[in-house]
């Protein structure tokens, strides 16, 4: 396991947050948010916070780079439930040369509901592992 980061349950300790509702079809029968609904949040944030540090996926798709799950972490605390907004809360955790971390805080109305780590390798398009860009790297410091 790579994973090597304990998330804050404290929202001021991340660097973005990334607001979305959550929808009936990602529901139980109880309206409670089914818990395979959640890595699509994680993934909505994620790109969105690239994408606000002017590093939108698709350019780095065009430029030869990719940024693979390898391994994804989620600690349900309450249920999310139909029609809430949740706050997605993400920061860069932890760095090597070819892989990054990242911490989640899921909240609604600033109550946790979740913690998640999501462990991401750089590849090129062919699937080769590669060296982060140096503007990640300077995220973490």
Not at 7 to 27: G, I, M, V
Request: glycine share 6%; charged share 25%; with cysteine.
């Amino acid at each position: 396991m790579r994973l090597a980061v304990d998330p804050s349950t404290d929202p001021s300790d991340y660097a973005y947050s990334h607001a979305l509702r959550a929808r009936f079809a990602e529901t139980d029968a109880m309206g409670i948010v089914h818990h395979a609904s959640y890595l699509p949040y994680l993934e909505e944030a994620r790109v969105a916070y690239l994408r606000d540090l002017g590093h939108p996926y698709t350019v780095l798709r065009e430029e030869g780079i990719d940024f693979s799950v390898v391994e994804v972490f989620v600690q349900y605390r309450r249920p999310l439930r139909f029609d809430e907004v949740v706050d997605v809360h993400l920061s860069v955790a932890a760095l090597t040369a070819a892989t990054m971390q990242l911490a989640y805080l899921l909240t609604v109305h600033g109550e946790v509901r979740a913690t998640a780590v999501t462990v991401h390798g750089c590849v090129r398009t062919d699937g080769r592992p590669t060296r982060l860009p140096g503007w990640v790297r300077e995220l973490a410091g």
